[in-house]
């Protein structure tokens, strides 16, 4: 349901599952989250992949690429939706009402 309004599936790569496959091997299945309270790595069993940096998220390579156990990809996503969602309110603000024009 999530993504039935998004295009962000059109914009993977075609080989995307074969990158979240080697992800996830190379960090072992492990969640690469780094959690504020300890500053360690969450380290519990990961099946998402995610971009590490969503301000490139056009930059697929392995080095942009993250394991993430569920939980903390879902706090992800919905923190950048946030942020997303929070800057289309802030640009809509911008924008005068026609019937306020001179």
């Known amino acids: 349901m999530a993504w039935s309004t ?14 979240c496959k080697f992800v996830l091997e190379r960090d072992g299945y492990r969640c690469q989250h780094i959690r504020t309270d300890t500053e360690r ?11 590490k940096d969503q301000t490139r998220s056009w930059d697929h390579s392995p080095a942009n690429l993250q394991a993430l156990c569920e939980y903390h990809h879902g706090v992800k996503s919905s923190s950048e939706g946030g942020r997303a969602a929070a800057a289309r309110r802030k640009a809509a603000r911008k924008r005068r009402h026609p019937g306020l024009l001179p």
Not at 6 to 19: A, Y
């Open 6 to 19: 998004s295009n962000r599936k059109s914009q993977l790569p075609p080989d995307w599952p074969q990158r």
């Open 41 to 51: 790595k969450c380290n519990a069993y990961a099946n998402q992949c995610d971009h």
